[in-house]
């Protein structure tokens, strides 16, 4: 029988925790024992239960991550989670299996874990995972107060206003709210590009590109200075 891990996550953002599970959902060896937004709910959960693995924000309010983190039973291993990259220092300093960059990719997750198993355990996750993930070729988004199924095929680009969403389909607009960033994690990494805070678009929808705009139909989309360097390279090796 594999042997499973048993992890929590504890962040207060509830956004961050979806997109957590959502890509923990797809390891078929990791068990998620519960999702906390503060410490004290964690402190419950370790404290009845065997937990292997935290997944841990670090700036959060009354109790901060770091301060959790001396509190624990030092068997317990932690990775750090935060968008603040001033903290990484501080999170390896109490030897934390690794440091996540908000937002977190799919790819770099699975960095994380197969450290944590290089070094806990004698099994690496990937051949797993990448065998479940090919299973879901869509998901679901709420809109006009149903749920409305997105195949990945289907979808031209993604495009956030404000806060709500705009997916672009083959052949209609749904609109829901949800953040870019959430949307992002349910989509397959080889085939979509995040261009700009505001855009992911869908490889085989590109028509054309310059380093400066890719054209989906009559549709311009930019590539930000952020994403600009990741974008064209993923696009030249097309």
Known sequence: ?????????VDDEPVAREILETHLSKIDRINVLG?????????????SQNVDLIFLD???????????????????????????REYAVDGFDLQAV????KPISFERLLQALNKYMNEN????????????????????????????????????????????????????????RETIINI????PQKEFIRTHRSY????????????EVIEI?????PISRTYKKDVLERLEQV
């Open 1 to 9: 029988m594999t042997e499973q891990i048993n992890c929590i996550i």
């Open 35 to 47: 999702s906390c937004k503060n410490a004290l709910e964690a402190f419950g959960i370790i404290s």
């Open 58 to 84: 670090i700036n959060m309010p009354e109790i901060s991550g770091l301060s959790f983190a001396k509190s624990i039973n030092k068997n317990i291993k932690v990775v750090f989670t935060t968008a603040y």
């Open 98 to 101: 690794d440091y996540l960059l």
């Open 121 to 176: 355990m004698p099994v690496k996750v990937i051949e797993a995972v990448q065998v479940d993930e090919e299973k879901s070729d869509y998901f679901f988004v709420r809109s006009d107060r149903k749920m409305v199924k997105i195949c990945f095929n289907e979808i031209l680009f993604v495009e956030s206003l404000s806060d709500y969403i705009k997916i672009y389909l083959s052949d209609k607009t749904v609109v829901t």
């Open 184 to 187: 992002e994690a349910k989509l």
């Open 200 to 211: 992911i678009v869908a490889r085989n929808a590109i028509e054309s590109f310059t380093s």
């Open 217 to 221: 139909g009559k549709k311009q989309i």
